[in-house]
């Protein structure tokens, strides 16, 4: 019982919050052309991405900020944002890890992520993100026996550039909206996964997403391919310092499956929320799109979203190929002043295709929480199916929980069908938990996991715990 | 079209005797209208209806002046036989009869407002077209604990003398403390491409009883929009119940705010659609004060080139403690080219609530066509019986029993 009281006492304030004093080189403030030639310059480019940016920016010039979302932010100042903020150390590219700058290993160590050989968390290859750049990732060797390239973007563009070349952007096109087009013009780093044909990748791929830098928007993409009859797991999670200000984070996550290909990406977000009375924080503007381009392939979008000030994100299946399946499954939980505004999209294009989406919000404090969806069932899409599932636990009568789905069939050999329920914990059930011996606290823990199950089932182990201990972390002080 | 809106509205406005500042309210609301033009996909509200669109492709020009000045035939053959009422009937937009012959004369007011006043709290530019061009508008009042006897039917009634004209109606309803409306909106038109525009609010005070029953069941080439707000006060009940079926394209609206405690509102639809008819449905119901309650029941059978629409918020203030909202829509499609969209939405404030909704559309079951064909029923039979079935689920929600068999009889559901 001490222990575990001790173990929330310590983990009742952000513990990601600290930030590291490491010499960055960035790139001058603003966003204009010059800014993305530098990108490009240092990243040492071939002149197709370079074009691939330019093409992107000129687009994104014409574009108006979108503002349909439930969760209003002070307008952001494009020109006043560093684009690129790396650490010195990483200006000549460390060989391998004892050249990385010791600094950067303490950070990862103390955000439970050792790189060092010996600490590396067993079946988990990671490539570690920090501002703009990737540091370091894991595993490189035992991944290139059996074919699979996972590297930083940045790398496979110049050591893979006909794969980058024909993936890129084939999901998310540059002429796509707002947030997702910037994201084209700037992205600096990010990871890259390549599953060749028929290989089921031996263990979980990781990317973790630190930002450290002030002043600094996160812009990263992530591009993974899995080749016919592949198979890979893919986790993400995020972190960043305490700050008052409020920072950018716009990503672009493009996932394509070829036929009989299966990707289940996991998404563990634990971005600074901001304080209790919603000064700083971070806000995570994603755009996060898989294509199930092949016959019989397969994704899965898990998430459980405890951080950021503001999440606004969609992750969404495009199912193009015959008999292809699309799952979602959600946690998404907001406390003190955070607004979430997060759902996804099934967009059922070929025949026989089914979609599954399960989404669980938890608000509490002065939160605000939608889940806004959309299923749209073609014409062509004979034979297709989803199942929607959204449910809505409130705490308090200070927050908000609202769900939004739109949902469209045009065709009759289909079947769609959706399901919502908003209610509080019941009374009820505190009490028979209480009568049990367990504090009020710990009730709601409880009932809240129980609540959260189906989702939390979805997670690979190592993920499953730490995310069920965030569950409980979030909703800290909103009981009684 | 503005020059249009411009010169007709200077013929309406010569053919009524307005004092000048309702005028230059009117034109306030022209000029609204003009800036803003027919709703279109672009505003969230239309996003599955693009009136301007349907419009254009099924009316072209408008024009917006019609002759009040002289009167039409009633034809007395469109009334409904079998059941005693009363009569308010609109022919091709000007009331031509209103008919309280069953009632107690002095327990029901029948007042002209002809001050253009704007009591809808609604964003929307169909509502600046209706208060620039509606020439006369009634209120009826309902007083203090009188329930009326017979049902009262507004009929609709548009005929061939018009063609591609706007109509705009407005009518004016007071329910006083303890007292009650059953009320039955029957269109019938044998005219063809004109688009009507129906504006109609409810006042339920405390223990008030409202009874809707609109009813587009005839064949027609019209466009049609019906607004309805419904303010309840302590104790009230609202009933709406819609068939959506006759027209090329009906859009309904529902707005009702529950304002008293233990107030409810049930909204009850059928859309029963066949060739490239597209119809629409959307409500609003505002949960404001504690302990109120709504369930809404929409059914669709589509067949041909249709579509069809529901768009139903649920809205709980932070006040509005133990509300219990539900909300369930069911689509089955028959043809191929058939649509079913919805967007069944919640926003919740409060946290001691029950909300929920359902929304489900696909095929007809073949396992249950199976299981009746093998008892002896052929294809069409078991089809039948099916969907009869199906929406007989919605029509038995009428509380009414009288007005639940004329409407049975009307789409011709067997028991």
């Excluded at chain 1, 990243?43 to 014409?62: I, S």
């Excluded at chain 1, 590297?151 to 084939?170: D, F, M, T, W």
């Excluded at chain 1, 069908?417 to 908003?422: I, P, S």
């Excluded at chain 2, 069409?380 to 929600?397: A, C, H, P, T």
Aim: glycine content about 6%; overall charge neutral.
């Amino acid at each position: 019982m001490d222990n575990r009281q001790k173990e929330i006492d310590n983990l009742k304030d952000y513990k990601y919050g600290f930030s590291t004093d490491i010499e960055n080189t960035t790139a001058p403030k603003g966003l204009n052309e010059d800014i993305i030639k530098f990108i490009s310059n240092i990243k040492k480019e071939p002149k197709w991405m370079l074009e691939f940016r330019l093409k992107a920016f000129e687009r994104f010039k014409q574009l108006k900020e979108p503002d349909w979302q439930k969760p209003k932010y002070p307008k952001i100042d494009y020109q006043d944002l560093y684009y690129y903020s790396a650490p010195k150390s990483m200006d000549d590219k460390p060989k391998s890890l004892d050249e990385l700058d010791p600094k950067l290993l303490e950070t990862y160590k103390k955000l439970g992520i050792p790189l060092q050989e010996q600490a590396r968390l067993n079946g988990i290859a990671v490539d570690a993100v920090f501002d703009s750049v990737s540091v370091a990732t894991t595993f490189r060797e035992e991944l290139t026996k059996h074919g699979i390239i996972f590297c930083p973007i940045s790398e496979a563009i110049q050591n893979h550039p006909e794969l980058v070349k024909k993936y890129l952007g084939s999901v998310i096109p540059t002429t796509d909206h707002f947030f997702a087009t910037l994201n084209s013009a700037v992205f600096t780093d990010g990871s890259f996964a390549y599953i060749p044909e028929g290989v089921r990748c031996p263990m979980e791929l990781s990317t973790y997403f630190r930002i450290n830098a002030s002043n600094t928007g996160q812009f990263e993409r992530t591009l993974i391919v899995a080749d016919k009859g592949s198979y890979v797991s893919y986790l993400e999670g995020c972190t960043a310092p305490m700050r008052d200000e409020n920072q950018l984070h716009a990503a672009n996550v493009e996932l394509i499956a070829l036929d009989n290909a299966e990707i289940k990406y996991s998404t563990v977000q634990n971005w600074y929320p901001g304080d209790k009375d919603g000064k700083g924080g971070i806000y995570n503007f994603v755009t996060k799109r898989g294509l199930c381009k092949g016959k019989n392939s397969k994704i899965s979008w898990t998430q459980v979203e405890t951080g950021s000030a503001i999440t606004w994100k969609y992750p969404s299946c495009i199912l193009r190929g015959d008999n292809s399946v699309g799952e979602f499954y959600s946690i998404a939980i907001t406390n003190n002043h955070q607004k979430a505004d997060t759902g996804t999209k099934m967009i059922h294009l070929g025949k026989n295709t089914k979609s599954k989406i399960i989404s669980k919000g938890i608000s509490a404090g002065f939160s605000d929480m939608t889940y806004r969806g959309l299923v749209d069932i073609s014409s062509k899409a004979t034979n297709s199916n989803n199942y929607t599932q959204c449910d809505s636990l409130l705490m308090g009568n200070k927050c908000g929980a609202h769900t939004i789905p739109y949902i469209k069939n045009k065709n009759s050999e289909s079947n769609i069908a959706h399901e919502a329920t908003t209610s509080k914990i019941s009374d009820e059930q505190l009490h028979y938990c209480q009568q049990r011996g367990l504090s009020a606290e710990e009730a709601v823990g409880l009932i809240v996991n129980g609540f959260c199950k189906e989702v939390l089932q979805q997670l690979p182990m190592e993920f499953a715990v730490e995310a069920q201990k965030l569950v409980g972390i979030s909703l800290e002080g909103s009981v009684g | 079209m503005k020059e249009q809106l411009q010169k007709d509205f200077d013929n309406i406005v010569k053919n009524l005797s307005l004092s000048q500042k309702d005028i230059e309210i009117k034109k306030l609301y022209l000029d609204n209208f003009i800036s803003r033009g027919f709703p279109n996909r672009k505003e969230e509200d239309w996003k599955f209806s693009d009136l301007n669109q349907i419009i254009k492709k099924n009316i072209g020009e408008l024009s917006f002046y019609s002759d009040y000045t002289s009167t039409n035939k009633v034809d007395t053959s469109v009334f409904v036989d079998g059941l005693e009422h009363n009569k308010i009937v609109f022919i091709n937009g000007r009331i031509e009869k209103i008919d309280f012959d069953y009632e107690e004369k002095n327990q029901i007011e029948i007042i002209d407002q002809s001050e253009t006043t704007n009591r809808f709290n609604n964003n929307n530019s169909l509502l600046d077209l209706n208060t620039a061009f509606t020439n006369k508008s009634f209120k009826i009042l309902v007083k203090q604990g009188y329930q009326l006897k017979k049902p009262l039917i507004i009929y609709h009634t548009t005929n061939s003398n018009i063609w591609s004209k706007n109509i705009n109606l407005r009518l004016d309803f007071e329910i006083e403390k303890n007292s009650s409306l059953r009320l039955i909106d029957l269109f019938n038109d044998t005219s063809e491409k004109n688009f009507l525009n129906i504006f109609y609010n409810f006042n339920l005070k405390e223990n008030a009883i409202l009874k809707n029953y609109k009813v587009d069941k005839f064949e027609n080439r019209n466009i049609k929009y019906s607004f309805n707000n419904i303010d309840q006060e302590k104790n009230s009940i609202s009933e709406t119940f819609i068939l959506s079926s006759g027209s090329k394209f009906f859009k309904n609206e529902i707005n009702c705010n529950l304002r008293g405690k233990y107030s409810s509102a049930f909204v009850n639809g059928i859309f029963s659609l066949n060739n490239n008819k597209h119809h629409e449905i959307r409500s609003i119901i505002n949960h404001l004060t504690e302990n109120t309650k709504s369930y809404q029941l929409v059914k669709s059978v589509l067949e041909g080139d249709s579509k069809a629409v529901y768009q139903g918020k649920i809205f709980v203030n932070s006040d509005a403690q133990k509300t219990d909202g539900y909300q369930l829509s069911k689509a089955i499609l028959l043809n191929e080219n058939s649509e079913f969209n919805a967007k069944p939405e919640l926003e919740i404030y409060a946290d001691d609530v029950k909300c929920s909704h359902g929304s489900a559309s696909g095929s007809l079951n073949e396992d249950s066509i199976f299981y009746l064909m093998s008892r002896g029923l052929n294809y069409q039979q078991s089809r039948e019986l099916l969907i009869n079935g199906f929406l007989l689920d919605v029509v038995e929600k009428i509380t009414d029993s009288e007005i639940k068999n004329l409407i049975k009889n009307m789409i011709g559901i067997k028991e």
